[in-house]
């Protein structure tokens, strides 16, 4: 049997050291723009100020930041007011009190 068993083995299987790369041509851009930045120091703080500074400055600037804001406030404010109001002329009416009349009998 020894002998039958050892002449059908499977062979086992190969082993590679191949490890996959896969070429990210944005990330490595990112990284090398980035590379000044990550080794610290003041020069990483005025960056991080000047970001902050440009943003809060294109904020300021763009009129579209709060026309945006400010008509969606607008529109909130009125459906609020168009809601309370038909609230009132729903509970001044007697439709409210016709259905407890109704349920009750």
Do not use: W
Not at 58 to 83: F, G
């Amino acid at each position: 049997m020894g002998f039958i068993g050892g002449m059908f083995k499977v062979p086992r299987h190969r082993k590679f050291d191949y490890i996959p790369q896969h070429y990210d041509p944005a990330k490595e851009e990112l990284e090398n723009r980035m590379a000044p930045y990550k080794e610290g120091g003041k020069d990483a703080e005025k960056v991080k100020a000047g970001i902050k500074t440009g943003f809060k400055r294109r904020v300021a600037t763009n009129p579209s930041y709060s026309t945006k804001s400010s008509a969606s406030t607008i529109r909130l404010v009125a459906i609020i007011c168009i809601l309370i109001v038909l609230t009132v002329l729903f509970l001044k009416s007697s439709v409210i009190a016709d259905f407890i009349k109704a349920m009750e009998s």
